[in-house]
Structure formats: structure tokens, C-alpha cells
């Protein structure tokens, strides 16, 4: 791993993700979780002060950088939950079938390699009746929106370590064997219209 991805990369991301109009996304979505969490992509643990602790019986994060982890700090402090770190990448969840409540995705999914691979782990661990929390910005549906992001997109994911532009949210759910029970969609004020249409609510297994 060069400098750049090591050291630079998540404090750049670390900065991006926690803007005002994201963290009130993270807000939306995150108290939903409960029981036996699995936060795909837990990063510098942005979405840790969101949890409420009364609902949450014990938080598993699993993202690739430990640099990343290491960032978090005092938000894995004193949250009245057991937190466990799994430095892996999303395409390989180290869980039994049927063991987690609630898998929470949040502006994850425009990074990761193989989303599909990676949705349908989260569906071979979520227990019957569990859910998918998540909050994604992707592909937005505005023609002339689109053509920029599709322009773009390949000098974005260099700089932004693999982060699409153009991920169409709901039809990777849907392939990723999931069935979209909630979700509202919108461009975020204060962000670019290229990186701000929004995506958010919740998916059971198909």
C-alpha cells in the first residue's frame, strides 16, 4: 500500500464523508440498526455516535483499512456496546449463515469492487426477518447529471479509492438478491449534483 492510499486517502475520505449534509444522511438511517449489527464498511467509524445503544446488542465492523480504524478513536469508546474490527474487504464476510439483525451499508457500496459478491454475503448472514440499512449517493436521474458523472467517473475512482460516481443503488440490491422495502431518494444540498443524489432506507432478502 503506497503513501497515498495508507495515509492520505483516509483522512481525505474521513473529511469528505463526515460534512454536514452526509452526517445528517448517517443520522437518518443509522438508530434503525439493532441487535447483532454488521456495519459493511465501518471505515473511521463516522456512523458509531448514531447507534442507539438501547436497540444494539453488539456491532461488528468490517472494512479493509486498518488505517482507516485506526482513525475512529474516541468514537469506539464508551458506546454501551461491544465493538469487534474485522480488517477484511467486503467480498469476504467471516460470519456463520444467519448470525447478524441488521447489516448497515452507508456510502459504501460506490467503493466496494464486487457490490454483488459483497450483497449477497450480507444476505447469507442476515437472519430470517433481518434488514439492510443504507444510505448511498449513486447514478442520479437526470439525464445531464448522468453524462457527467459517466465522464468523470474514471478520474474520480482513481483519486477517491475506487469510489463509482454511477452505481445504480437499487438495481445492485435487487441483483445482490435483496427486495427494497423503504426508499427515498434525493439530490443533498451543499454537495456536488455529480457525488449528492442520495439514496436511502432499508432491504430484506428476496
Known amino acids: 500500500m503506497g503513501f497515498y492510499d495508507g495515509y492520505i486517502l483516509p483522512r481525505f475520505i474521513n473529511c469528505a464523508c463526515a460534512s454536514k449534509p452526509i452526517m445528517k444522511q448517517r443520522q437518518k438511517v443509522v438508530p434503525l440498526a439493532s441487535g447483532t449489527v454488521l ?36 468514537r469506539a469508546e464508551h458506546l454501551g ?21 441488521t447489516v ?32 448511498e449517493h ?30 445504480d443503488i437499487p438495481a445492485l440490491l435487487s441483483s445482490g438478491g435483496f427486495e427494497v422495502s423503504a426508499l427515498e431518494a434525493g439530490y443533498l444540498p451543499g454537495t456536488p449534483r455529480i457525488a449528492g443524489y442520495n439514496y436511502w432506507g432499508s432491504a430484506r432478502r428476496g
Request: glycine content about 10%.
Open 81 to 101: 456496546f461491544d465493538v469487534e474490527f474485522i480488517a477484511l474487504p467486503s467480498e469476504q464476510i467471516p460470519l456463520d449463515d444467519a448470525s447478524v439483525d
Open 138 to 167: 449513486g447514478r442520479a436521474p437526470d439525464t445531464n447529471v448522468q453524462k457527467w458523472q459517466d465522464r468523470i467517473n474514471p478520474i474520480w475512482r482513481r483519486l477517491a479509492g475506487g469510489c463509482h460516481l454511477n452505481r
Open 104 to 135: 448497515v451499508v452507508t456510502f459504501s457500496l460506490c467503493t466496494i469492487p464486487d457490490p454483488i459478491a459483497a450483497l449477497q454475503g450480507m444476505a447469507r448472514v442476515l437472519r430470517r426477518g433481518g434488514s439492510v440499512i443504507f444510505c
Open 39 to 74: 456495519e459493511i464498511g465501518i471505515g473511521t467509524g463516522l456512523n458509531l455516535p448514531h447507534y442507539d445503544a438501547s436497540r444494539v446488542d453488539r456491532l461488528i465492523g468490517l472494512d479493509p483499512s486498518e488505517a482507516s480504524w485506526a482513525l475512529a478513536g474516541a
